[in-house]
Antibody, heavy 122, light 113 residues
Framework: QVQVVQSGAEVRKPGASVKVSCKISGYTLTELSIHWVRQPPGKGLDWMGGFDREDDETFYAQKFQGRVTMTEDTSSDTAYMELSSLRSEDTAVYYC???????????????WGQGTLVTVSS | DIVMTQSPDSLAVSLGGRATINCKSSQSVFYGPSNKNYLAWYQQKPGQPPKLLIYGASTRESGVPDRFSGSGSGTDFTLTISSLQAEDVAVYYCQQYYSRRLPFGGGTKVEIK
């Protein structure tokens, strides 16, 4: 059984950065493709980016390019998402989501973390 | 990038009634060599992360009740709840996983009439 556990809520001032972690258990990180999805209060799901395990490459949504960095520590089966130059519109719940890494095709998100609320406020 | 468009934004259905949600992708998510549509549906209840309901456009995830069904191919897809139960009140999202950028549709809120 895969478990996805994220780090706790964060409060940041505008212009600062935040780094959210996502710890995987029940699988190794290399068996999964990890993605990050955010959800502003009362709004829909916004895919931010994810890792293509087959090509060993991270893909970001255009709107976050240059501000987001997604990394992994395979020794601890933990993924990270860092968002910089925060503004109030970045206030959202940030989810780590994962699907099995498959050869030749992507997969939907079978597993989700509990979400991390990031509040950006002066 | 592929854009996913859902309709309606919300709908109210009587208990036991049928709910139909539509999802349209800006380009085909069907891949001929694998004969698969790379389209998933998720359910999100308040205060919870989304839950995968259907993948491959029509395959129910393990444990998902059979009142949920998915259909469609290419660019046009439908999620149907055949007999709405109180526990089905949620927001439903479609998502393509054909291309490496995996956007969601805007969501459809399902309520009880």
């Amino acid at each position: 059984q895969v478990q996805v556990v994220q780090s706790g809520a964060e409060v940041r001032k505008p212009g600062a950065s935040v780094k959210v972690s996502c710890k995987i258990s029940g699988y190794t990180l290399t068996e999964l493709s990890i993605h990050w999805v955010r959800q502003p209060p009362g709004k829909g799901l916004d895919w931010m980016g994810g890792f293509d395990r087959e090509d060993d490459e991270t893909f970001y949504a255009q709107k976050f390019q240059g501000r987001v960095t997604m990394t992994e520590d395979t020794s601890s089966d933990t993924a990270y998402m860092e968002l910089s130059s925060l503004r109030s519109e970045d206030t959202a719940v940030y989810y780590c989501a994962a699907g099995p890494a498959r050869l030749g095709e992507l997969s939907p998100f079978d597993y989700w973390g509990q979400g991390t609320l990031v509040t950006v406020s002066s | 990038d592929i854009v996913m468009t859902q309709s309606p934004d919300s709908l109210a259905v009587s208990l036991g009634g049928r709910a139909t949600i539509n999802c349209k992708s800006s380009q085909s998510v069907f891949y001929g060599p694998s004969n698969k549509n790379y389209l998933a549906w998720y359910q999100q209840k308040p205060g919870q992360p989304p839950k995968l309901l259907i993948y491959g456009a029509s395959t129910r995830e393990s444990g998902v009740p059979d009142r949920f069904s998915g259909s469609g191919s290419g660019t046009d897809f439908t999620l149907t709840i055949s007999s709405l139960q109180a526990e089905d009140v949620a927001v439903y999202y479609c998502q393509q996983y054909y291309s490496r950028r995996l956007p969601f549709g805007g969501g459809t809120k399902v309520e009880i009439k």
